[in-house]
């Protein structure tokens, strides 16, 4: 088995948002992987007295261990109850009602002998490759159906898209949100590996347009996956006019973790 893990944050001088982890069960059967994108709030009060860091280390600390030691249970499940384990563990201190308490995207896979299962919840990114090298992305893309337009303000977001029907979930402090989730289930035999990314790092393909999934994959296989967030970062700064980025921050954290079953 080969895996794979990197993580740059896009400002050096900030902290970085996402987590990564790769785990393998004490018993040598399978393993799991998990990647975060923490939400960066915008300015302002945000109902917590802690960082999107704090939660993300937190939420996909309790992502790692549960999806190892409760092994009987479903991705949906593990997810709910890192949810809640996470909230409990800060709701005597701060206003996890507020819509933008700390919040992240999720990607959650795991694998036995016998099937990969895969959660994906927000805007990052699990690829999936055949045997034959044919590669499946699978993405909850209710995000990116949402009218541009009315992503104009963070206010306005809030209080009518996020969380909410119609709009777009990701994993805050509400553990029904786990039902929202994109899930599935397919035979060990047809996965040949998995790659999981954030956003900044599917750039490459959804901002910047220099391939589709089946070439992003290609590059990580052949080159690694601190080339793909290398490439990331020399398209956005060559990107001056901000013709391909338009609204979006110059740089992302960006975080890609490839596993080869």
């Known amino acids: 088995m080969r895996t794979e893990l990197v993580s740059k944050p896009g400002d050096p001088a900030r902290p ?30 945000y109902g917590c007295r802690h ?15 549960l999806s190892v030691s409760e092994r009987h249970w479903a991705l949906s499940e593990v997810l709910a109850q890192a949810i809640s384990r996470t909230a409990a563990s800060h709701d005597q201190t701060c206003d996890l009602s507020h819509p933008r308490t700390p919040q992240a995207t999720v990607v959650l896979a795991r694998w036995s002998a016998e099937t990969v299962e895969y959660l994906v919840l927000s805007d990052s990114a699990l690829l999936l490759t055949a045997p034959d ?33 119609g709009g777009f979930f990701t994993a805050a402090a509400d553990p029904t949100v786990a039902s929202r989730a994109v899930t599935g289930t397919l035979p060990r035999s047809s996965v040949h590996s998995l790659a999981a990314l954030t956003d900044g790092a599917t750039r490459w393909v959804e901002k910047f347009h220099e391939g589709d999934w089946t070439d992003l994959l290609s590059v990580v296989r052949k080159e690694g996956a601190a080339a793909l967030v290398e490439r990331v970062r020399a ?13 979006s921050k110059r740089h992302d954290d960006a975080t890609v973790v490839y596993a080869e079953l």
Do not use: C, I, K, M
């Open 235 to 247: 398209l956005e700064a060559a990107d001056t006019e901000r013709t391909y980025l338009g609204r």
């Open 16 to 45: 970085n948002e996402d987590f990564a982890a790769v785990a393998l069960p004490a018993s040598g059967q399978g393993g799991s992987l998990v990647v975060l994108d923490g939400v960066t709030p915008p300015r302002g009060e």
């Open 51 to 65: 960082s999107v860091a704090w939660f993300s280390s937190h939420l996909g600390g309790a992502l790692t261990e």
């Open 133 to 165: 090298g044919t590669v499946t992305p699978v993405l909850d893309e209710r995000l990116s159906r949402v009218p541009r337009a009315t992503l104009t303000s963070a206010a306005l977001t809030d209080a009518t898209l996020r969380n909410r029907e």
